[in-house]
């Protein structure tokens, strides 16, 4: 028997191609398969929990969601994820030590880019964020005035003050002329004036989603603009924002759980080359707390018909040997017996197709290793 833990490292940068493979997706094929022949009655014992990331990777887990949601309603869905969004990790980390990353090139240039993902990716989110800055203003009981008059005031204050800038900066007025063309370029709009409104109420949105916003509101937010927006699905939310890592996503989860003595089963999604360290971390945390929740792993496919995909085949190899590296050595994962995977000769029948390149490889593939 040889057992996942007792992989060195040597042995892990010798593994083939196809037991890289075997090794991060076939233990998740039991699993899909098992969840795909659940009844109404078993996802009625069931929950469903979403781990957070940053956009785009949130993007495909919901979807995965909605298609499983779409089948059966599962009794409970759970959206875990905390501030971890923007790339820094709270845990461990002084206020102090924080507030030198904000103010890096580094950090603003990362998170910038990340909430412009945001907004593309669900202007639903920029609109929610809206709702609901307007919902404390007017929950403020020392504010006269309303919400729109505020928001009108504020851009007309920020516009003069960027106008008065621009008049004795050149290169402030040179970058912000800069974006504008860019920006009519893009949409044909020629008034810079109105650009510039936009502009405004865009940063003052972003500035919400950085300070205000998780992982887990964003899936709600998600989940009630997108796929619930009837409001139909029967299965009740709950959003858990204090996690920041997958032992943490586990465990409030499990946490949670213990509120509903009626589930059986806990089915964790994430995507195809993860979702087999976070059921791993789940099982491991539910082994401590004592729990016999029954724990699988739904993974998120990359898009319609693939599971995922990679540039070349050295980044197949780094990102699979990564992800068992980390299994391996993080002491927050599980062990399990690998004989198994490590013995197959060609890919696990019903595993997700990848491309690596331009080729797709499929489990019917005689074996990665004597690809052309």
Same mark, same amino acid.
């Given at each position: 028997?040889?057992?996942?833990?007792?992989?060195?490292? *040597?042995?892990?940068?010798?593994?083939?191609?196809?037991?890289?493979?075997?090794?991060? $997706?076939?233990?998740?094929?039991?699993?899909?398969?098992?969840?795909?022949?659940?009844?109404?009655?078993? +996802?009625?014992?069931?929950?469903?929990?979403? &781990?957070?990331?940053?956009?785009?990777?949130?993007?495909?887990?919901?979807?995965?969601?909605?298609?499983?949601?779409?089948?059966?309603?599962?009794?409970?869905?759970? $959206?875990?994820?905390?501030? =971890?969004?923007? =790339?820094?990790?709270?845990?461990?980390?002084?206020?102090?030590?924080?507030?030198?990353?904000?103010?890096?090139?580094?950090?603003?240039?990362?998170? %910038?880019?990340?909430?412009?993902?945001?907004?593309?990716?669900?202007?639903?989110?920029?609109? /929610?964020?809206? *709702?609901?800055?307007? !919902?404390?203003?007017?929950?403020?009981?020392?504010?006269?005035?309303?919400?729109?008059?505020?928001?009108?005031?504020?851009?007309?204050?920020?516009? !003069?003050?960027?106008?008065?800038?621009?008049?004795?900066?050149?290169?402030?007025?040179?970058?912000?002329?800069?974006?504008?063309? #860019?920006?009519?370029?893009?949409?044909?709009?020629?008034?810079?004036?109105?650009?510039?409104?936009?502009?405004?109420?865009?940063?003052?949105?972003?500035?919400?989603?950085?300070?205000?916003?998780?992982? /887990?509101? $964003?899936?709600?937010?998600?989940?009630?603009?997108?796929?619930?927006?009837?409001?139909?699905?029967?299965?009740?939310?709950?959003?858990? !924002?204090?996690?920041?890592?997958?032992?943490? %996503? /586990?465990?409030?989860? @499990?946490?949670?759980?213990?509120? &509903?003595?009626?589930?059986?089963?806990?089915?964790?999604?994430?995507?195809?080359?993860?979702? @087999?360290?976070?059921?791993?971390?789940? #099982?491991?945390?539910?082994?401590? @707390? =004592?729990?016999?929740?029954?724990?699988?792993?739904?993974?998120?496919?990359?898009?319609? %018909?693939?599971?995922?995909?990679?540039?070349? +085949?050295?980044?197949?190899?780094?990102?699979?040997?990564?992800?068992?590296?980390?299994?391996?050595?993080?002491?927050?994962?599980?062990?399990?017996?690998?004989?198994?995977?490590?013995?197959?000769?060609? $890919?696990?029948?019903?595993?997700?197709?990848?491309?690596?390149?331009?080729?797709?490889?499929?489990?019917?593939? #005689?074996?990665?290793? !004597?690809? *052309?």
């Amino acid at each position: 028997m040889i057992m996942l833990k007792d992989l060195t490292e *040597e042995k892990i940068e010798k593994l083939s191609d196809t037991q890289l493979y075997n090794l991060t $997706f076939a233990p998740l094929i039991q699993d899909v398969r098992e969840i795909d022949s659940f009844t109404q009655k078993q +996802m009625d014992e069931s929950a469903i929990c979403v &781990y957070g990331a940053t956009i785009k990777p949130i993007k495909r887990r919901m979807e995965k969601l909605a298609k499983e949601v779409k089948r059966h309603n599962p009794k409970l869905i759970i $959206f875990s994820g905390g501030f =971890g969004w923007d =790339g820094n990790n709270f845990k461990g980390v002084t206020s102090k030590e924080l507030e030198k990353t904000w103010t890096t090139k580094t950090y603003q240039s990362r998170v %910038n880019k990340r909430i412009s993902d945001v907004i593309h990716c669900y202007p639903e989110i920029a609109q /929610a964020v809206m *709702e609901k800055m307007k !919902e404390m203003w007017n929950e403020d009981k020392e504010t006269s005035s309303d919400f729109d008059t505020f928001l009108n005031s504020y851009i007309e204050e920020i516009m !003069e003050e960027y106008v008065q800038k621009m008049m004795h900066d050149k290169q402030f007025e040179e970058h912000l002329m800069g974006m504008y063309q #860019k920006q009519i370029k893009e949409t044909d709009k020629a008034n810079f004036e109105t650009w510039l409104k936009t502009y405004i109420k865009e940063n003052f949105i972003r500035q919400f989603i950085l300070n205000r916003c998780t992982e /887990a509101d $964003f899936m709600q937010i998600i989940w009630d603009k997108v796929y619930n927006k009837d409001g139909n699905i029967k299965s009740k939310a709950i959003r858990e !924002e204090k996690s920041f890592v997958t032992c943490e %996503n /586990a465990e409030n989860c @499990l946490q949670i759980l213990q509120n &509903y003595p009626d589930i059986k089963n806990l089915i964790v999604i994430n995507e195809w080359p993860y979702v @087999l360290r976070a059921v791993l971390t789940t #099982k491991k945390v539910a082994d401590r @707390l =004592g729990s016999n929740i029954h724990i699988m792993g739904l993974p998120a496919d990359r898009s319609e %018909n693939l599971g995922f995909e990679f540039k070349d +085949m050295d980044d197949y190899r780094n990102l699979l040997i990564t992800q068992i590296r980390k299994m391996v050595t993080y002491p927050d994962v599980g062990d399990m017996d690998i004989t198994e995977y490590l013995n197959m000769k060609s $890919f696990c029948e019903d595993g997700p197709s990848i491309k690596i390149g331009n080729r797709l490889y499929s489990f019917a593939e #005689k074996n990665l290793d !004597e690809r *052309e």
